[in-house]
């Protein structure tokens, strides 16, 4: 069973004497228990006996509640070996997981993918899951991945049947990031080819050539940045175009997304992995649980659904404080750990995050047409709503201002996304090359041997510690987003120019 991203073994027990009565234990849940029937009854479908004496189940370890349906296929296995109906000699090569109908037919479950490498982590030889599940795990490698459409289909896998290798799941590494040639390359696509596209592409935004340069400094170091303008401005179409210039996933950042998309059960049963960043966008009225993660069954939040993307919050002051506050630790430790009395989980949470909001409550604030008619005190109070410690941790902070008659009637197009992309593509790699993460992640340490200043540069950032009264969190964020714009420029050292940019879109 999957408790987080940890899998847990559960070892299935049976034993049959003399008695009346088929006994579950071992702390299961409601659905576990009612395994029991699902399973008596799929075993009767394909005409085998249920044992006529005293029969007692135990999932062990005995101390860990048990949840889900995925028991179901390895109680009938266990069941049909404790009653002499197959033989199992080899059982310890085996990891089954599933769900099983009333009819024997295997259902998909939640949870394949951490399960297949566990099982290869621990030496497990195969793993049977439903067809429907099977091909999330087909990319584990050194181990065979079954895939069952029913329960005789499991039996004969187990008796070494001939024809079960049509039932075995073959999968092909695709995935490659390479530094050889100056750029991250590719990751190759699906059986399917060719490049994906978005409907979003910034070769249809209008002038914000300001706006532009920032997300493209986001996306090349990773950075967090919040978009600033009145209604119309664009800020919501450019953080959607934001995903089309952001480098290709490495193999384990696919593999770790693909993870966490199959806990949660959001995983598209017989795709590939996970290749597109994620880029999730909850709405303001989303609960606390919602986004962190949690709740009975404790899931993974949309934090953790934008592992190695994007998390974007459009209309950030119309969120409850306390819910955009609980973002602060995840943004500084890229993960988050939920305890509650009955569990202790900790999901990854490294994500960038964009958010969009209005200048002021009626959103016209500092357009030159005059039109807003909010007091300080209104815009002060709309500020408050997102507190300082949560402003400290966004890197960029963008004004977008409204595009004018003439720029919106033109029909030329601007700088598309893939142009774009390439460069973020070689600033990342330059990143990946220097320290193996991009530059938003840097530690202090890493920060101190990285974002290393000359005499004049010193002086520069003294001046800017002193005007803008910086704390060492925001003194180091300038220096990151100062080592991006080096990169971008391709330049060995961080240079007066990149810190003064770096100051624009923090101030």
């Not at 950075?223 to 800020?235: A, D, E, F, M, Q």
Request: charged share 25%; net charge positive.
């Amino acid at each position: 069973m999957c408790v987080g991203l940890n899998v847990v073994r559960i070892t299935v027990e049976v034993s049959i004497t003399q008695g009346v009565g088929i006994y579950l234990v071992g702390l299961p849940d409601s659905a576990v228990r009612e395994s029991l029937l699902r399973v008596t009854t799929a075993l009767q479908s394909h005409n085998f006996r249920i044992p006529g004496k005293k029969t007692v189940i135990n999932l062990a370890p005995a101390d860990l509640k048990k949840e889900g349906t995925g028991y179901d296929v390895a109680i009938a296995v266990a069941l049909l070996t404790a009653s002499r109906q197959i033989s199992f000699f080899n059982s310890q090569d085996y990891l089954i997981f599933g769900e099983i109908g009333l009819d024997g037919t295997l259902r998909p479950v939640k949870g394949v993918l951490p399960i297949a490498m566990f099982a290869k982590d621990k030496g497990y030889k195969a793993c049977i899951f439903p067809k429907a599940s099977s091909g999330q795990a087909r990319f584990v490698n050194d181990i065979k991945i079954y895939g069952a459409n029913n329960l005789m289909e499991v039996v004969d896998i187990i008796n070494g049947e001939r024809y079960t290798d049509n039932l075995l799941i073959k999968g092909i590494d695709k995935f490659t990031f390479s530094f050889e040639s100056g750029n991250l390359n590719d990751i190759e696509r699906n059986n399917e080819g060719g490049e994906v596209f978005s409907e979003f592409d910034f070769r249809d935004v209008k002038e914000q050539d300001f706006a532009k340069r920032g997300l493209e400094i986001a996306a090349s170091g990773g950075h967090n940045v919040i978009l600033v303008g009145s209604p119309g401005s664009g800020k919501s179409f450019m953080a959607k175009c934001l995903p089309s210039i952001l480098p290709p996933m490495t193999r384990e950042e696919s593999l770790e997304t693909s993870m966490i998309y199959s806990v949660a059960g959001e995983y598209s049963d017989n795709k590939e992995l996970m290749i597109t960043r994620p880029f999730r966008t909850p709405h303001h009225t989303c609960s606390q649980i919602s986004l962190i993660g949690g709740g009975q069954k404790c899931k993974p939040g949309e934090i953790s659904l934008a592992h190695n993307g994007v998390l974007y919050l459009d209309e950030m002051t119309q969120y409850p404080r306390y819910i955009l506050d609980s973002l602060r630790q995840p943004l500084e430790d890229r993960k988050i750990s939920i305890s509650r009395a009955k569990y202790k989980v900790e999901y990854p949470a490294s994500f960038m995050l964009v958010g969009s909001m209005n200048p002021c409550p009626c959103g016209y604030a500092g357009e030159d047409e005059q039109r807003c008619n909010c007091t300080p005190p209104m815009i002060s109070r709309y500020w408050s709503k997102i507190s300082g410690p949560l402003l400290d941790r966004i890197d960029l902070q963008i004004r977008v201002r409204r595009v004018d008659s003439k720029s919106l009637t033109e029909e030329t197009k601007a700088e598309s996304s893939q142009t774009i992309a390439e460069r973020v593509r070689a600033a990342r790699y330059i990143q990946y090359k220097r320290s193996g993460i991009p530059n938003a992640q840097m530690n202090p340490i890493q920060i101190e041997k990285c974002c290393v200043l000359g005499v004049n540069e010193k002086r520069f950032m003294k001046k800017i510690i002193d005007k803008f009264n910086l704390s060492a969190r925001s003194y180091n964020r300038v220096l990151k987003l100062s080592r991006t714009i080096a990169d971008l420029s391709k330049s060995e050292n961080i240079t007066i120019q990149h810190i003064s940019e770096a100051v624009q879109y923090r101030f």
